[in-house]
């Protein structure tokens, strides 16, 4: 991974008041489109551009304030603003990610960005609306549509979702097109100056970011854990008190419905006078004082919607006889001394209710609903329990009025939530996954096979400057002493081993020297076979021949064991080498002996240095040089493919070399004739291929040879000069 450094781009870090302005100028933004859209009057809310922009710029962290602001600034002036703050925080991260994934680069690539937005800020909003309206239709500007959808037959809910999505679909292609372009508009420049980063290294490039971003790991990333560590850590901590705050409400919801129960109740008893009771009992209506007390219980009924039902009950052991009981909408009272059966309910209270002692408020789920029932005892003057004035409660609206409580805390806390989540997975990714991302590719790069590689290795180590103050810049050192201890490690090696190379190369030569010395007419045979064998080699990789095998390594070994090829003739005998004329066939038949020999004597090499690997092949061109493609030839008569590359290679240079050169037994031959008879071999002493790629190579063939023989020539003039001084 290439760490380089961009002064203009990613290296300039956004200075804090650049931040500062850009967040204030985007919920300028934000609240100038809401209040072009009340000016104008559109069924839009145009007050998520600036929040989409600033996160696009500078990142989450910008994104998110500017979001989670806006709405608190707007919770001022309308307190449920408040509770879509965390759409507004969705609305940023999303905004990040879409801009990384490059949406707004181009206008078709736009309609990514509107669905998702209209998603939340459309779908999500309607949920929440629909929650906190008590699972109704709410007040917002989707609502006409959707109470006409409702109107027409739609299901409340599907109506309030649809209506809400369809207009902010409409909504974000409106902020979308505006803010893309303004980024076409934004110069580069000051883009990257506004982008927030906490870089605790050399900055990276754009590439390399985007590698260190996207690095593959086997089991779950790094990034994963720190995210799932941070959600699980701020849940943990979050939800407890979110349910404590709960149950809390409900405790206290239901506490407020037993006062206001006591409460009433205590207010119908202080309105009856306990002497008159007993008359409105048998005379009802007609008893003095009984219309105008039923209108004072009337208008304590009417006082709040919270009170079900009010009523007067004497209880008796036959049943609760009736003093008042109000009519409600839904259910007309009891006539005066009517009997009301006891409610299974009331059963525990029945001993209390009727020794007129005062009992704790009654809460029911009955045919009547979910009710809280206060009694409050009347008293005469001899303080006898006369009657008691009952209040019903209606608790229905409890359960509503919880989960609306519950979803404001939850929507509340949300946002704080992501703010949090992104704050610290933004430090973790400077402070912790960058930085080891970083090391991991660098360290992954490392090239070995040269000086300059290995200097450019480690000087990418060095060029990440990771400075976190903690265990993971001591990570860094480590990596990098170790690094640079293991560079010069590894160039002490290579350059020991090519002098071990180099020495094992001038004993083979020696080694080669000294058989060939034996044969006064060789000359440089050696030299001058090894150098024809890598011409071919290198014309055979040129045609794409033999790709399989000519690697670079085998083409070197076979250079480098070429001067072996004889090394069986120290085996034989100095006449025979010199020998002037030509060889009976009994001592070509001893002559032909030292392929043999040769392959049993670096065998037995093999044996002792069996990593070697450049003896293999010295063994092939040893034993089989003097192989033929058609199958005559010595010591084993392979043919064709049997014989192996190197010793096909080699047939063809041993035999060109021999051709061209003087021996005891005759003139060299011109160089076009040596060629003719390759050429006229070929297909039956030599491989096609091999013996057609020396021929193609015609040009560097001729300068091997001429180069040999004007050596050659210069060797034995000094000779002979030498010889005529007498020396």
Not at 97 to 124: D, E, M
Not at 324 to 330: A, I, K, N
Not at 393 to 415: C, D, H, N, P, Y
Request: one cysteine or more; aromatic letters at 8%.
């Amino acid at each position: 991974m290439e760490n380089e450094r961009k002064p203009k781009d990613l290296g300039q870090v956004a200075k804090p008041y650049a931040v500062l302005l850009l967040c204030i100028v985007s919920v300028l933004i934000n609240f100038l489109g809401a209040q072009l859209a009340l000016w104008l009057k559109l069924p839009l809310f145009l007050d998520t551009i600036g929040t989409i922009l600033s996160a696009a710029l500078g990142g989450f962290l910008p994104g998110i304030a500017v979001g989670f602001v806006t709405n608190l600034i707007n919770s001022f002036a309308d307190a449920s603003s408040a509770y879509y703050g965390a759409l507004n925080v969705l609305i940023a991260v999303a905004a990040v990610l879409l801009y990384r994934h490059g949406s707004f680069n181009k206008l078709p690539r736009l309609w990514l960005p509107v669905i998702v937005f209209a998603l939340i800020g459309g779908a999500l909003s309607s949920v929440i609306a629909w929650l906190l309206s008590g699972m109704n239709i709410g007040d917002g500007i989707s609502a006409g549509l959707a109470t006409r959808m409702y109107e027409n037959g739609v299901d409340p809910f599907i109506a309030q979702l649809v209506s809400g999505f369809a207009i902010d679909v409409v909504d974000k292609i409106i902020v979308c097109l505006v803010v893309f372009l303004l980024l076409k508009v934004l110069p580069k420049s000051l883009k990257h100056r506004l982008l927030v980063s906490a870089w605790q290294q050399a900055p990276l490039s754009e590439e390399a970011l985007a590698q260190a971003r996207s690095h593959q790991t086997r089991s779950v990333s790094l990034r994963a854990k720190v995210l799932l560590l941070l959600t699980f850590a701020t849940v943990l901590t979050i939800l407890p008190a979110c349910a404590v705050s709960f149950v809390q409400y409900r405790q206290t919801t239901i506490s407020e419905h037993i006062k206001l129960g006591e409460n009433i109740a205590k207010l119908e008893a202080g309105m009856i006078n306990p002497d008159q009771v007993d008359d409105f009992l048998t005379l009802g209506e007609a008893a003095e004082g009984y219309k105008e007390t039923e209108a004072v219980l009337y208008n304590i009924l009417h006082s709040t919607t919270d009170i079900q039902y009010v009523y007067v009950y004497r209880i008796l052991s036959d049943g609760c006889h009736v003093v008042f009981d109000l009519d409600t909408d839904d259910l007309e009272g009891g006539e005066p001394g009517d009997v009301v059966e006891f409610d299974e309910s009331f059963r525990p209270y029945l001993p209390d209710l009727l020794a007129g002692r005062p009992i704790e408020p009654i809460i029911s789920d009955d045919k009547y609903g979910w009710l809280l029932t206060a009694y409050e005892p009347v008293y005469n003057s001899a303080g006898e329990c006369v009657c008691y004035a009952a209040a019903d409660i209606s608790m229905g609206m409890l359960t509503q009025e919880a989960v609306r409580f519950l979803v404001k805390v939850v929507t509340l806390t949300l946002g704080f939530i992501i703010l949090v989540l992104a704050a610290g997975l933004w430090l973790s990714e400077y402070n912790l996954i960058l930085p080891i991302n970083s090391m991991s590719y660098a360290a992954g790069g490392f090239a070995y096979t040269s000086d300059e590689d290995r200097s450019g290795s480690v000087e990418r180590i060095r060029q990440l400057g990771i400075r976190t103050g903690d265990e993971i810049e001591n990570l860094y050192h480590a990596l990098a002493k170790t690094t640079e201890d293991s560079m010069r490690y590894i160039a002490d090696i290579q350059q020991h081993s090519a002098t071990i190379s180099k020495m094992q190369n001038g004993l083979i030569l020696v080694l080669a020297d000294m058989v060939e010395s034996r044969d006064k007419c060789t000359g440089d045979h050696v030299r001058k076979t090894a150098a024809y064998a890598d011409v071919i080699m290198q014309e055979l990789k040129k045609e794409g021949k033999f790709t399989d095998v000519l690697t670079d390594e085998y083409i070197q070994d076979v250079v480098h064991s070429a001067p072996l090829h004889d090394v069986g003739k120290i085996q034989v005998s100095d006449v025979l080498l010199n020998k002037p004329g030509r060889l009976t066939d009994e001592e070509f038949h001893a002559m032909q002996y030292h392929t043999t020999a040769g392959g049993e004597i670096i065998s037995h090499a093999i044996a002792l240095v069996s990593d070697a690997g450049y003896l293999a092949e010295a063994k092939n061109l040893a034993s089989y040089h003097h192989e033929r493609w058609d199958g005559k030839g010595y010591p084993c008569g392979l043919s064709g493919d049997q014989i192996p590359l190197s010793a096909r290679i080699m047939a063809v240079a041993d035999v060109f070399d021999a051709l061209v050169s003087r021996r005891s037994y005759k003139d060299p031959f011109p160089f076009e004739k040596a060629m003719d008879i390759i050429r006229e071999e070929s297909g039956t002493h030599f491989d096609p291929d091999v013996a057609q790629a020396f021929l193609n190579a015609e040009g560097e063939v001729r300068r091997i040879e001429e180069e040999f023989s004007r050596q050659y020539e210069q060797a034995a003039q000094k000779e002979e000069a030498a010889n005529g001084a007498g020396i």
